[in-house]
């Protein structure tokens, strides 16, 4: 094979469940064949490294203690020879053959664009929130984000720095040479908005382009709903200064869910019983992340550095939704 002008880069860990779908979605893009797929496992247990071996895949591996969701992707683009590394992860697919032309597309935008983020959407199914499923009601459109200085992305509100850097490695495109100058960070947790507010703050271009769309989903615990709100407030007020408020939910807003699950077929009546609890439950998990948030930084930040460590010092991991009738986990007690 020739120098790829395209490296994707796939962090793995025990993703036998989607690894074929993920992998097949790539090698039936438009621009396959300027393409090297790169896997970074880190110390699976299941079936992944036995079907990474069915693909033209280069896999490396690291040891579990030596993942780090900035350092391990950045490892990825030192592996990598591509003009343009893409970033993705293992239990996403993309929706249609031309992910990577769309991604590459966005570069047409301004000489000083740095990367392309596309759209992350829920794929229909009985296995996924039926409150998520893709209902497109436009078509996809493409976003600039572009400050004439530092400065000028510093005189942001906080909620517009945050949108600005609202960037996504579940589908991402970047240009390998400012990977290089401006390399992913140390994180645990947000990497990749991290990234996005370093390479505005240098001056360079963002582009989002919505028709970039990959199937992703987690299928949430009560636990992970938790941590993932938690790691999510807290990572965008240190990084963007944002406070969240209190969530709350209307009438209105739980009477539309109940309507959008009723009307979401072909789920059984039981089906959709289960996923009305399982949004209720994912209510809870940010209603507790908030509660735990707001205490923690009204006694201090050292407080709030705390908390995070200690309910966030790992990355939250995804559960599997259960085969048959996909029961919904157990109740969990967050202390």
């Known amino acids: 094979m020739q120098t790829p002008t395209i490296s994707v880069v796939i962090p793995v860990k025990n993703g036998a469940p989607w690894l074929d779908d993920c992998i097949r979605g790539i090698m039936r893009?438009?621009?396959?064949?300027?393409?090297?797929?790169?896997?970074?496992?880190?110390?699976?247990?299941?079936?992944?490294?036995?079907?990474?071996?069915?693909y033209p895949v280069r896999v490396y591996s690291i040891s579990p203690s030596e993942f780090n969701h900035g350092l391990t992707r950045q490892y990825g683009v030192e592996l990598s020879s591509g003009k343009y590394v893409v970033m993705t992860v293992q239990d996403a697919h993309a929706v249609?053959?031309?992910?990577?032309?769309?991604?590459?597309?966005?570069?047409?935008?301004?000489?000083?664009?740095?990367?392309?983020?596309?759209?992350?959407?829920?794929?229909?199914?009985?296995?996924?929130?039926?409150?998520?499923?893709?209902?497109?009601?436009?078509?996809p459109t493409k976003v600039v984000y572009k400050y004439a200085s530092a400065e000028d992305f510093q005189k942001l509100t906080p909620l517009e720095k945050m949108w600005a850097c609202g960037w996504d490695n579940v589908t991402a495109m970047y240009k390998r040479s400012i990977l290089k100058e401006i390399p992913f960070q140390n994180a645990n947790f947000g990497e990749d908005a991290i990234w996005a507010k370093d390479a505005l703050l240098s001056g360079y271009t963002l582009v989002y382009n919505q028709a970039a769309k990959v199937y992703h989903f987690h299928y949430e615990d009560l636990d992970y709903s938790f941590r993932r709100n938690f790691a999510v407030m807290y990572m965008r007020y240190k990084q963007f200064g944002c406070i969240y408020n209190r969530p709350l939910q209307t009438l209105r807003q739980h009477l539309s869910t109940i309507k959008v699950i009723a009307l979401s077929n072909p789920l059984t009546l039981k089906e959709k019983w289960k996923w009305l609890q399982y949004n209720k439950m994912q209510f809870k998990g940010r209603v507790?992340?908030?509660?735990?948030?707001?205490?923690?930084?009204?006694?201090?930040?050292?407080?709030?550095?705390?908390?995070?460590?200690?309910?966030?010092?790992?990355?939250?991991?995804?559960?599997?939704?259960?085969?048959?009738?996909?029961?919904?986990?157990?109740?969990?007690?967050?202390?």
Do not use: M
């Open 29 to 54: 893009q438009s621009l396959f064949r300027q393409t090297e797929i790169i896997a970074i496992d880190s110390g699976s247990t299941d079936n992944s490294l036995k079907i990474l071996q069915k």
């Open 96 to 139: 249609d053959e031309f992910w990577l032309e769309h991604l590459l597309n966005g570069f047409t935008a301004d000489s000083k664009v740095a990367a392309v983020c596309g759209s992350q959407v829920v794929q229909k199914g009985r296995d996924k929130n039926p409150v998520e499923w893709f209902r497109p009601i436009s078509q």
């Open 288 to 335: 507790k992340a908030y509660e735990i948030f707001a205490a923690a930084l009204a006694e201090s930040e050292d407080r709030l550095d705390a908390a995070h460590e200690h309910y966030c010092g790992k990355p939250p991991v995804h559960q599997l939704a259960q085969s048959g009738d996909h029961n919904l986990p157990a109740k969990q007690k967050i202390d």
